[in-house]
């Protein structure tokens, strides 16, 4: 098992950016990794995501302002929120897949995009 731990999150205003952190304790290089958000009432939905080979899908609802990304060495997913919005407004995971570490999950960040 891996453990994920998420931060960055907090209140910002309309067109503002945001940048979430997900720390590892363990190797994240060639895994799926991605961010999901979840809103109450709503399912989980997948934000952005990292295939084990490297390609790069994004949720049509954030393409052209969000950005995954990772840091090998730092065993670090990213993700840089760009003009954001009130429909933002979600808890924000972590997550890694692989058959080593199972469908693991952070315990999630608030991002509030709010005036």
């Known amino acids: 098992q891996v453990q994920l731990v998420e931060s960055g999150g907090g209140l910002v205003q309309p067109g503002g950016s945001l940048r979430l952190s997900c720390a590892a304790s363990g190797r994240i290089a060639s895994i799926r990794v991605g961010w999901y958000r979840q809103v109450p009432g709503k399912q989980r939905e997948l934000v952005a995501g990292i295939a084990s080979g490297g390609s790069i899908n994004y949720a049509d609802s954030v393409k052209g302002r969000f950005t995954i990304s990772r840091d090998n060495a730092k065993n670090t997913l990213y993700l840089q929120m760009n003009s954001l919005k009130p429909e933002d407004t979600a808890v924000y995971y972590c997550?890694?897949?692989?058959?080593?570490?199972?469908?693991?999950w952070g315990q999630g960040t608030q991002v509030t995009v709010s005036s």
């Open positions: 997550n890694v897949f692989s058959w080593v570490y199972g469908n693991s």
